[in-house]
């Protein structure tokens, strides 16, 4: 069992531009996909009534299937051990020695 002092610790909050950049990447694709699957059955709708159905599909797609995923991504980037870097035992992942 692994305690939590074992543990690798959390990654810190994102920065500002961390966070434009993954909010960036997760709504972009998510809008150019929806217009594409949707443009033929809105595009007769008013502007704002186009703009609440794209919404109302967005941002659950963006806050519980893509930001999550985006975040885990940032912190096994941050936690990536450098090439040459020695790990102390402390600090290696179970199951792998010295």
């Known amino acids: 069992m692994t305690t939590r002092s074992s543990r690798a610790t959390a990654a810190a909050p994102p920065t500002k531009h961390q966070s434009a950049v993954m909010i960036w990447l997760a709504v972009f694709p998510t809008l150019t996909v929806l217009n594409l ?15 609440f159905v794209l919404v109302t599909i967005a941002v659950p797609i963006v806050s519980y299937g893509l930001m ?31």
């Open 37 to 51: 699957v949707l443009g033929d059955w809105i595009q007769p709708l008013s502007p704002v009534v186009r703009t």
């Open 68 to 98: 999550p995923r985006l975040q885990q991504a940032r912190a096994r980037l941050l936690h990536r051990t450098r090439p040459g870097t020695i790990m102390t035992a402390q600090a290696q992942p179970e199951g792998i020695t010295p």
